[in-house]
């Protein structure tokens, strides 16, 4: 077991193979049809292709479960059964029986974080040079999407929050439509104080809360 | 008499024309970003070609044939890939984390996908599921990785 176990949250990736069977049985269409048996299905957890830190992941069904979290542990489910013993699949077993879904997971997400004057809706100067940051992560993708999300800290209602955090989210966008990204690209939401970057009791003052994310996507 | 009619023609065509308007859009779940081949998204028994910058809904299915992969991008980030001959459901799909909701549910029902979690496994990892035919799937977070490992 690796001992360095990350501490924050991270990204889980893992692979699941519904049904590994020849992929014959293409649906046969017709509503009549009496529903196939269940297909064994073969799951596998993966290190996260952009950091390489593995999750873990839960495999269970009514005859009973089992974790799994070594990097390429996997588990065939057969119907009627118990999820196997997990064993730990090669790179290549990978690459065979994964390779085409793999390559089509979309870019990573590239995410931004702006911060505030204090009682403001001005960034800061050090926030206002990463805009150009945001052009280009926009520029690399062929179909961009800027998802912008305001946060506030938990002083205040959380319905006021939520409006805050609206403010907060449309001064950014108004700044990359100024900047020149397509107004059509840009989805605006706020998550008011229920998404906090760093973790408080109610009504505290944390100026880390208080910002806008950026997901280039 | 006809005036009274008439007036109620045109009352009822106006309705006709407002209510769609007023009707909320229902948001997208996500966006297809990488097709090759032939993918499809089903959406209540219409089967559509899918092409990079499609939405999707939830309820939808996604579906490969021959050599066709998809890839689409959910809006927490959630990432989702299907390999050749290959279908998936949208089950379920809820990200409003300013009014405490999160639910997923990706339905496998054949082929090979990829999936990398995003934010909503981060705010709440048992509002993320994967099914297929014979198991659930819940993915965890890296704190209680922490646990497992010990």
Redesign the interface.
């Known amino acids: 077991?690796?001992d360095s176990?990350?501490?924050?949250?991270?990204?889980?990736?893992?692979?699941?193979?519904?049904?590994l069977t020849a992929?014959c049985?293409?649906k046969s269409g017709t509503h009549s049809t009496p529903p196939t048996p269940?297909?064994?299905?073969l799951?596998a957890l993966l290190p996260?292709?952009e950091t390489g830190?593995?999750?873990?992941?839960?495999?269970?069904?009514e005859f009973g479960g089992l974790?799994i979290?070594t990097p390429r542990g996997a588990t065939l489910?057969?119907?009627n059964a118990a999820?196997g013993a997990v064993t730990v699949l090669s790179e290549e077993e990978v690459a065979r029986?994964?390779?085409?879904?793999?390559?089509?997971?979309?870019?990573?997400?590239t995410h931004f974080t702006l911060y505030f004057e204090f009682d403001a809706d001005t960034l800061t100067e050090e926030s206002s040079r990463q805009i150009a940051e945001v052009l280009a992560a926009v520029k690399r993708l062929?179909?961009p999407?800027v998802?912008v999300i305001g946060h506030t800290d938990t002083m205040g209602e959380a319905k006021a929050n939520?409006v805050l955090?609206m403010k907060r989210a449309m001064s950014v966008r108004n700044v990359l439509v100024a900047s020149g990204i397509a107004p059509e690209l840009i989805q605006v939401?706020?998550?008011?104080e229920?998404?906090l970057l760093i973790k408080t009791r109610n009504n505290t003052p944390e100026p880390r809360n208080r910002r806008v994310e950026i997901?280039v996507? | 008499m006809s005036g009274l009619k008439t007036c109620g023609g045109f009352l009822i065509v106006t309705l006709l024309m407002t209510t769609p308007v007023a009707a909320q859009q229902p948001t997208p779940a996500g966006?297809?970003?990488?097709v090759?081949g032939a993918a499809f998204i089903v959406r209540q028994n219409t089967t559509m070609p899918a092409r990079?910058?499609d939405a999707v809904f939830a309820t939808d299915t996604l579906r490969t044939q021959g050599?066709g992969?998809?890839?689409?991008?959910l809006?927490d980030?959630t990432?989702v890939?299907?390999?050749?001959?290959?279908?998936?459901r949208l089950e379920r799909y809820v990200f409003a984390?300013?009014d405490?909701a999160l639910g997923m549910v990706l339905n496998?029902?054949?082929?090979?996908?990829?999936?990398?979690?995003?934010?909503m496994?981060?705010?709440s990892p048992d509002a993320v599921r994967?099914e297929?035919?014979?198991?659930?799937?819940?993915?965890?977070?890296?704190?209680?990785?922490?646990k497992?490992?010990a």
Not at chain 2, 108 to 118: D, I, K, L, P, T
């Open positions: 077991m690796p176990w990350p501490r924050r949250a991270s990204y889980v990736a893992f692979i699941v193979a519904a049904t992929a049985a293409e269940p297909q064994p299905s799951i996260d292709p830190i593995t999750g873990k992941i839960q495999v269970s069904n974790p979290v489910v057969k119907p999820p029986l994964f390779g085409a879904a793999l390559a089509a997971l979309p870019p990573a997400p062929p179909v999407e998802v939520v955090g939401a706020s998550h008011g229920r998404d997901s996507r | 966006h297809v970003k990488i090759t990079p910058g050599n992969t998809i890839g689409v991008t809006a980030d990432r890939s299907l390999g050749p001959d290959s279908e998936m984390p300013a405490g496998f029902v054949r082929g090979v996908a990829a999936y990398v979690s995003g934010r496994a981060k705010l994967l297929t035919p014979a198991a659930i799937v819940g993915v965890r977070g890296t704190t209680v990785v922490i497992v490992g």
